[in-house]
């Protein structure tokens, strides 16, 4: 029988990939990026919109708990204008007897290292100020008082309120459901 001769390229195996094959998968990942991209930038413009109404929604219920716990009124003050609101937590004043002077009363002492700064989120606030009152009510205690805060993202609007009911100072988180365009429970 004859001698089957192999020809140098069968008897080399292959190892690694060919400059070609580098260039078609480096070219499939970038076009893959492309596409990825503005869906994260989306995704984080949402994230960051939710993290500021989570901040909010936290500032609000821990100076309601606060003002609760050492039957004190406290108060939440907006700072700043436009864009940017920094919110900065006080305690009422020592010689403050009711809660409607309370809340209109000079002397407040901020709460170092108690404050959250929304950036480019804040849709409406009802009031430069909210008091927070040691029997649980909030303002003079018959208002509700209300946040929105949204943006839009990749063309779509995403908002959330927070509702402060005054009396009873329960807190409601409400997001806003774009399909069928009303207020949902967040």
Not at 33 to 49: D, K
Not at 102 to 107: I, L, T, V, Y
Not at 124 to 136: L, M, N, P, R, Y
């Amino acid at each position: 029988m004859g001698r089957l001769v192999l020809g140098y390229r069968d008897r080399c195996k292959q190892i690694g990939l060919t400059l070609i094959e580098l260039l078609v998968v480096i070219a499939m990942i970038s076009i893959m990026a492309a596409f990825a991209v503005p869906n994260l930038s989306a995704w984080n413009c949402r994230q960051n919109t939710e993290k500021d109404f989570i901040n909010l929604a936290s500032a609000v219920t821990y100076l309601h708990g606060l003002a609760v716990d050492r039957n004190q009124t406290m108060q939440l003050r907006a700072q700043g204008s436009g864009r940017t609101r920094q919110y900065i937590f006080n305690e009422s004043p020592a010689n403050s007897v009711t809660k409607k002077t309370a809340c209109n009363s000079n002397g407040w002492t901020i709460l170092q290292n108690e404050k959250i700064e929304l950036k480019d989120t804040l849709v409406s606030e009802s009031s430069q100020v909210t008091c927070f009152h040691g029997d649980g009510s909030v303002n003079t205690g018959y208002s509700t008082v209300r946040w929105q805060v949204g943006k839009v993202c990749d063309g779509k609007r995403y908002d959330y309120q927070l509702v402060v009911h005054g009396s009873t100072g329960f807190v409601e988180k409400k997001k806003f459901n774009i399909s069928k365009k009303v207020w949902v429970d967040f």
